[in-house]
């Protein structure tokens, strides 16, 4: 018996919780899920993972956004025997800082997201969305959107309702945005009533709703980056790009152009149902989850169970110098630091300290 233990974020309205929720459900016989198992996946942002069992393996699966591993991630690297990317744009970031990196996909529940009746629509529909309005490119499908001018076209736009960077003045011009929460169906639904999904985004970690939409049979435009050119060629449309600054980010991420993803959007508006012909959502099966988990197998120890586990913490405490002598007030706690000396700080310390600009590279 292979023994395993994957844990990470529950919540399925998030891409980690959906992550965990594929893998979980795709156990393969032979694997018995455990808590003391001696292998174990964290599958969520690395640096929150502060407890193990004593002789564990572990194994961080984990993604970002843009081409500069934030120093949090680096710094927490270490505290893992192997770390697991779900696009090969982020094996090969992340291969800079860890000597152990494994490239796994993630997959689509074709169970589930799968083509649906749907009712033709008397006017042709755009759809986008996305958590992050920059991010997901949702700026640049407007302006494509808007430059077209298009006689019987809506664009339908799935902002998350806790985003903050989502500008209200998007709305008007055949635009509406839908800041609501859905559940699972609803939202399937809700993309089911697309005659064509748009995703520019400028950066991903995989792209779990466009591969959703290809597996509907929706006709669905992409970007090829990071994380989406794993599946660029199940697309009905494609577009690129030059790079720009991500602000949020750090360092630099795509940026689709606009005036290309505003020809692949006209060529889907007026070819239409030759278009929606060549929507295969049988092409989808290759990122199912089964195969995603057998991938995942293939790059992890067998694991054995362990014999009276003890659990330890992981100190995720950050070492660093800072750039000059001061005393701030971080939280509850009145800190001193002095010029090029070196101290052992918590995550969030060590980020506030780098957003003020005082640490040394």
Known sequence: MNYQSWIGV???????????????????????????????????????????????????FT???????????????????????????NADLFSKHHSNVSYVPLGVDTSYWKPIKREANSTFRFHAGGSGWQRKGLDIVVKAFRQLKLPNAELHIKAAKHAKDTPEDARGDNIYLHRQWMTQDEMRTWLNQ??????????????????????????????DTSGQAQFAHLATGVISGGKSVSKNFGGT???????????????????????????????????????????????????????????????MSVMCRVNKTFVADIGKNRLSFDKGQEYAVSEDVFRILSEAGHLLR
């Not at 005659?195 to 792209?207: I, L, N, Q, T, Y």
């Not at 149902?273 to 295969?280: E, G, L, P, R, T």
């Not at 120890?301 to 003890?310: E, H, T, W």
């Open 253 to 315: 991420w795509d940026e689709p152009s606009v005036t290309q993803l505003a020809e692949v959007m006209l060529d889907h508006y007026h070819n239409d149902q030759s278009v929606k012909a060549i929507a295969n959502a049988k092409l989808a099966t290759e990122f199912s989850w089964a195969n995603a988990t057998s991938k995942l197998l293939e790059v992890l120890p067998v694991g054995k169970l362990l014999v009276d586990p003890v659990e330890e913490n992981i100190d």
């Open 10 to 60: 529950a919540d399925k309205n998030l891409g980690y919780g959906v992550m965990l929720d594929g893998f979980l459900k795709t156990k393969p016989v032979g694997v018995a899920f455990n808590p003391n198992a001696s292998v174990c996946v964290y599958m969520n942002p690395p640096h929150i993972n502060e407890t193990r069992k004593v002789g564990q393996y572990r194994a961080a």
């Open 194 to 223: 697309a005659d064509c999904f748009v995703a520019p985004s400028r950066g991903e970690g995989f792209g779990l709703i466009p591969l959703q939409t290809i597996a509907l049979g929706i006709p669905t435009i992409i970007s």
């Open 63 to 89: 993604m970002w956004e843009s081409d500069k591993v934030p120093d949090r991630f680096i710094h927490c690297f270490s505290k893992y025997d192997q770390i697991i990317a779900p696009c090969q744009h």
